[in-house]
Structure formats: structure tokens, C-alpha cells
């Protein structure tokens, strides 16, 4: 894979983004995200992908030079739709992700972050969308994610002044879940995906599509489909395994099935 590298370990696939020097999201880019995304999907040995970026930067954003050659509203439009549909992918994704941000998540790269179910950051890593500060806006569900992380108020304030905010500050608003010192970053993410990738492919894939529920939906319906989900997952193997690996006081073996 030309801009990703992938290293699987203990059910932990490790992708890696490695296009220098500021890993812009251009197009090409995205498309072998979509790739990526299908293998580790097919992949029965992966149950947690942990995404992070080669040398400096989680990624700067998207590509500009590559906004120069598009030309109309409806070219941009196809655009965003194009990095919006693949970017819902990675938060409907039916393995958890875990992003592990440091040195700078900016623009695309900061939504890109926003998708993954769990985010970890340096404590001096810079986020932030500064779209507004080319005449621009968001267009990869930045306007939509991050009120929705960190309130209404702070997320116009980020996104008006195009300022960033450090991994510290991210992780007391709520848009990151823990910032740790940049150089044992990534032990921590590797740490937390291997505590979860120990976990039910099953169970884990029922609790995605559950907090999806809760986000949007009326309470009644996230409710409905939890009871059906609790009932699909009751009878599997997997559960009769965790059940009776906790009765007999000793660890699970899962097997997705």
C-alpha cells in the first residue's frame, strides 16, 4: 500500500499514514483508506485497528495544492461527500478504532480523528480546524463532529478563530480521551488496543452500532435496538464462553463466533 503501512500484533492492526512531510489527506490518500478499511474487515485475526502518523504529524490536513485543480462548487461537492462516506465508514467501522494523535491533527486530519472510537494525543500535539482562516469550512463532518464532542460554544470558538487547542486542553474537553507525554504516546495506545482487542469480535461489534444509536436517535429506539442486539449476542459462543470462563474464575478465549 503506497501511503499506509500495517503491522498486525496481538489482534492490533497498527496502520500507519506515511506520506511527507505533513501526511495531507489528498485524494489518492483516502481512496487507500478505503482499501485498508476493506482488508482489515476481512481480516478474522484483527479486532482493534490503532491509526496513528509517521514522523511529525498525525496529519496536517488536507491536501491544498490539490483544491487548486478542482474548479467548480459541484467538483468540491463531490469531494466532500467522497471524504465525508469514507470517513463515516471508519465511525460505523465494525472494529473499534483507537487514533493516536501526535504532533498535529488539523483540518481533514482532526476529522479524520473525530471518526475513530477512541482518541489519544500527545499532550503537546496541536487540533484544530483552521479552515476559516483560508475562506474555507470543514467539509469531512468537522461542522458536525465537533460540537458534538465539545459543546457548541467551544466548537464555534476553534473554528471561528482557527486556533488550536493542545492535547492537554483536548483531553479536559472531552475531544480526545487521555493525553499522555508525547514519547510514551504510543505505548499507551498500543497498551489500551491490546486491553480491548481481548474483548468479543461480537460483543464489540453489537456495542458500536449501539453508541451510533446514541447519538442521534430517539432514546426509544437506541432501547429497541439494544434488547434485540442483547439477544443476538446472548446466543452466541462467545458468550457462553465468557460466561463460563467467569464462573470458573479464569480469562476468555474468544472466537467471534
Known sequence: MGFFTVQIEEKVATITLNRPPANALAAQVLKELSVVLDEMEANEDVRVLLMKGEGKFFSAGADIKEFTEIET?????????????????????SKPVIAAIHGAALGGGLELAMCCHIR???ENAKLGLPELQLGLVPGFAGTQR?????GMPKAAEMMFTSEPI?????????LVNHAYP????????????KKIAVKSPISLKAA???????????????????ATLFGEVFVSEDAKEGINA????????????
Do not use: H, M, T
Not at 182 to 193: I, Q, R, T
Not at 246 to 257: A, H, I, N, S
Open 182 to 193: 508525547e514519547e510514551s504516546l504510543f505505548d499507551e495506545a498500543n497498551k489500551l488496543a
Open 73 to 93: 462548487a459541484q467538483d468540491f461537492q463531490e469531494l466532500a461527500q467522497r471524504g465525508q462516506q469514507i470517513f463515516d465508514r471508519v465511525e460505523n467501522f
Open 146 to 150: 465537533l460540537p458534538r464532542l465539545v
Open 208 to 226: 458500536i452500532e449501539l453508541l451510533q444509536y446514541a447519538k442521534g436517535s430517539l432514546f426509544e429506539k437506541g432501547v429497541e435496538k439494544e
Open 166 to 174: 493542545s492535547g492537554r486542553q483536548a483531553a479536559e474537553l472531552g
Open 120 to 122: 489519544l494525543a500527545g
Open 246 to 257: 467467569f464462573l470458573e474464575k479464569r480469562k476468555p478465549d474468544f472466537k467471534g463466533r
